[in-house]
């Protein structure tokens, strides 16, 4: 009999299920084109898969985008429509409450799902909606699946909870305790999808500080729902953690702009932290480390003029200070040795002698682009300035502040045992006073005036030819072992000119006060002399050779290029500037006898004194108003 009464008992409540699902599939068809409030036909809920953890739709960012219809299926749903009752037999009904009231007495409330007493409690109420005894059991078994103390549904309980209220009978899926419950489960998918977005967004690789900020959000929008999360609190050690390594990885690769910004993202989080407050020092000791290194660095390829070298730490310096005026003096410095050998532009400097001795004075000049030659409507000018050109100094060089000297030229004299075209000849041209003109004089040498009196130390050295000049600049070169040489005619001009475009380097006229030792018409000889083509009114108080820098100094710092004496320059003579260089070179045919002559003289005519002007002589001449002054190379 107990056989039979289990048999009958099984197959009440399989008949049950059969109606109850014929029932219900007869009542969607019917119903097919209405959709539930959750936007999803209700028969769907029944067979939807367990929860499955998706990012926030509404955290993501633009990459991270995610088909939201499943996610939307799960929140919108609606408890599942449950058919009208079904008539059963009490037999059949006592079953089936037989059958929860087993379960209960199993410790089965909840547990497994589909055949435990919550399940045959929401059975029984689909065939008796009024059943109390039922409505009770599904009233605690939600109570249990939900903590009133908290807003989220444990982890252990939550996919049994979904699929609870997917069971739930249309009678109780509105009391209050299941509402409570759906919110619930809301509530913590919300949570643990903050939390999956903020996981994904640490692990990143090579995860910056925007990629952090947009964790360390989401993080702290689920402990803004549940503070006592332990995901999210693991979460977020890990965050500062990878914070920190991101950081340091930062500083090694010299991006301290973005390991800043991560440790200071990195303390937000937990703020006063050993493992922040150590990162930072680590950070601080490689940066002074890498500086230190790399300043070294810098200064040794500048000394070695490794220009390479020097840029590559310049680089690696400019991430690495924070002065902008020490990063610009720096890159002044490569400027100076690409431009100028390690000087700077109007820099003064003199060479050690091999001997003991010190060379001349030197100025570097800056470089800089000038025209080259007159036009043909400058006054005074000659078809052998033109035509003009336009030349461009894209390497500095430094030129002799002033004319060599007499005490100069001794030295090299003294040390070479050097003898002069003049002494060799036995003559040089020296001023007559008293005709006025310019006579042969047997005493005449470097160490004579230009009228043949003793020559002052610091006068400009005179009757020396091109040869006894080229002689000079390469005695200086082995002396120095640097490039000494006379300068270009284009290297004259130009710091001649200074930046000036006028015909004078005073401008187009007469000086406008004593600047040069010119010869002016108001000057007075001892013989009372006066010069027929000196500058107007103009009286500079010597007649004859001054002492170098006796006068103001140009634009680039140097004197006497205009006045005092003329110079040889390095070119041989050209009728003209066709076929000339387009470069500050020196234009020199093998053999030739003329060399040029640039700048005026004490003694020179208007038209002379001009910056354009230029002359010629033979290479072993020499006379009272030529001397010469170096160029060194840098």
């Known amino acids: 009999m107990a056989s039979d009464r289990q048999s009958r008992l099984s197959f009440v409540i399989a008949l049950a299920i059969i109606l109850g699902s014929a029932w219900i599939g007869w009542w969607r068809e019917q119903r097919e084109d209405a959709p539930t409030p959750g936007g999803v036909n209700a028969p769907m809920l029944a067979q939807q898969e367990p929860y499955e953890e998706s990012p926030d739709p509404t955290e993501m960012e633009p990459d991270e985008a995610l088909d939201d219809s499943a996610t939307a299926a799960v929140e919108g749903a609606e408890p599942a429509e449950e058919s009208p009752p079904v008539d059963v037999s009490a037999e059949e009904l006592a079953a089936l409450i037989a059958a929860m009231r087993s379960e209960i007495k199993e410790g089965r409330l909840l547990e497994p799902i589909d055949s435990s007493a919550f399940a045959q409690a929401s059975r029984i109420l689909v065939v008796d909606p009024a059943n109390e005894e039922a409505r009770e059991v599904l009233q605690k078994a939600l109570t249990e699946l939900r903590d009133a103390s908290s807003p989220v549904v444990p982890d252990d309980l939550l996919k049994t909870a979904e699929k609870a209220l997917t069971l739930l009978p249309e009678g109780v899926a509105e009391d209050a305790v299941a509402v409570a419950l759906r919110a619930s489960v809301d509530t913590t998918r919300k949570m643990r999808n903050l939390i999956a977005r903020a996981e994904r967004l640490s692990a990143r690789e090579g995860a910056g500080p925007k990629t952090f900020a947009s964790a360390a959000e989401a993080f702290r929008g689920a402990l803004a729902i549940d503070s006592a999360n332990a995901r999210a609190l693991r ?49 601080m000791a490689f940066r002074a480390q890498a500086e230190a290194e790399n300043l070294t660095r810098f200064k040794d390829a500048l000394a070695s003029a490794d220009l390479e070298q020097a840029e590559s730490a310049l680089a690696v310096l400019r991430k690495l200070l924070t002065d902008d005026n020490q990063i610009r003096d720096l890159e002044s410095k490569v400027v100076n040795v690409r431009l100028y050998g390690g000087f700077a532009p109007g820099e003064r400097f003199g060479d050690s002698l091999a001997n003991g001795g010190r060379g001349p004075r030197m100025v570097v000049v800056p470089v800089g682009r000038f025209v080259m030659g007159s036009a043909e409507s400058e006054d005074g000018s000659s078809n052998s300035e033109r035509p003009q050109r336009r030349i461009e100094f894209t390497r500095g060089f430094a030129i002799a502040r002033n004319e060599i000297t007499v005490s100069d030229f001794r030295d090299f004299v003294q040390a070479a045992g050097y003898t002069t075209d003049a002494e060799r000849s036995g003559s040089s041209a ?130 006497d290029l205009d006045g005092n004496v003329s110079e040889w320059v390095e070119d041989c003579w050209h009728d003209n500037y066709l076929r000339a260089p387009d470069q500050p070179v020196a234009w020199v045919n093998p053999g030739c006898e003329l060399r040029v002559i640039r700048g005026g003289s004490w003694g020179s005519s208007r038209d002379q004194v001009r910056s354009a002007w230029r002359g010629s002589a033979l290479a072993d001449s020499s006379g009272a108003r030529v001397g010469f002054r170096v160029v060194r190379e840098l």
């Open 235 to 283: 979460g977020m050690e890990d965050l500062q953690r990878r914070m920190i390594e991101r950081a340091l990885a930062s500083a090694y690769d010299l991006r301290f702009i973005t390991a800043g910004k991560l440790l200071d993202q990195a303390e937000e989080l937990q703020t006063g932290t050993s493992r922040v407050l150590d990162a930072r020092s680590q950070v």
């Open 430 to 559: 020296i001023y007559d006073e008293k005709t006025g003109r310019m006579t042969k004089s047997r005493r005449a040498n470097w160490q004579r005036s230009y009228n043949g009196s003793r020559a002052r130390d610091n006068d400009p050295v005179v009757h020396v030819s091109w040869n006894d000049a080229r002689a000079y600049a390469e005695w200086l070169k082995a002396q120095t072992s640097k490039p000494y040489r006379l300068p270009t005619e284009a290297e004259f001009e130009y710091v001649l000119r200074a930046g000036t475009r006028t015909a004078y380097p005073w401008g187009d006229g007469d000086p406008p006060r004593v600047l040069a030792n010119v010869a002016g018409a108001g000057e007075l000889s001892k013989e009372g002399r006066r010069w027929n083509q000196g500058f107007v009114g103009y009286d500079d108080k010597f007649w004859g050779v001054a002492p170098v820098r006796s006068f103001e100094p140009n634009a680039y710092r140097l004197y």
